[in-house]
């Protein structure tokens, strides 16, 4: 099992940018595939980003392409989602997630407690 602890949420103006941090526990992180989500309010919960194991593969939503970058230090047991461009509606609960696989499920199998990001316009 893995224990996920977000970290690094805030408010932020439109425009700017917020480094949100996934600390995992347990020596085995490199063993799982990690991905950020988000949830507004009134929203289901969506995907944001995803990466492999190694680090050699992501993937983003369309909402965030081209403003995030999803990255991860195996040796620091920390996944990073580093967030520019900021829009109002960017804001929402940011989790993070696990899956022991190569690649992150739409299911993943472990969450974190969420952080919350505010962005004002």
């Known amino acids: 099992q893995v224990q996920l602890v977000e970290s690094g949420g805030g408010l932020a103006q439109a425009g700017g940018s917020l480094r949100l941090s996934c600390a995992a526990s347990?020596?085995?992180?490199?063993?799982?595939?990690m991905g950020w989500f988000r949830q507004a309010p009134g929203k289901e919960r969506e995907f944001v980003a995803r990466?492999?194991?190694?680090?050699?593969?992501?993937y983003y939503a369309d909402s965030v392409k081209g403003r995030f970058t999803i990255s991860r230090t195996n040796a620091k047991n920390t996944m990073y989602l580093q967030m520019g461009s900021l829009k109002p509606e960017d804001t929402a609960v940011y989790y993070c997630?696990?899956?022991?696989?190569?690649?992150?499920?739409?299911?993943?199998?472990?969450w974190g407690q969420g952080t919350q990001v505010t962005v004002s316009s």
């Open positions: 997630a696990a899956d022991p696989s190569v690649h992150l499920s739409t299911q993943p199998s472990y």
């Open positions: 347990g020596r085995t992180f490199g063993i799982y595939a």
């Open positions: 990466i492999s194991r190694s680090g050699s593969s992501t």
